[in-house]
């Protein structure tokens, strides 16, 4: 269990940080804008799928929607927009 979250974690900086340069590059289309917005929007949000109250399963629709979310974004960046991102994230 412990590796697998040290796995999501990991996975989760590396595309967290990609769309935080992604958002920065002065090519970015709205829709990626308003996505992460969205994306964070749910994560500070009240309102869930399945309630926070409910111990463990409501938190883990947040561990594992929000990554998915984030991956989905990156997987439609425009080609110019990722490659800067990624050479960028190597750095």
């Known amino acids: 269990m412990l ?3 040290t796995l999501l974690w990991t996975v989760l ?3 967290a940080r990609q769309l935080w340069f992604a958002l920065r590059h ?3 289309p709205g829709w990626l804008k308003l996505g992460t917005a969205l994306i964070a929007l749910y994560v500070i949000s009240p309102i869930d799928l399945i309630p926070d109250v409910l ?3 409501g938190w883990v629709d947040d561990l594992v929607l929000v990554p998915l979310a984030i991956r989905w974004l990156l997987k439609f960046l425009p ?3 990722a490659q800067a991102a990624a050479a960028r994230r190597t750095r």
């Open 79 to 81: 080609p110019e927009i």
């Open 3 to 5: 590796k697998r979250l």
């Open 26 to 28: 002065p090519l970015a």
């Open 13 to 15: 900086r590396g595309d």
């Open 55 to 57: 111990p463990v399963i």
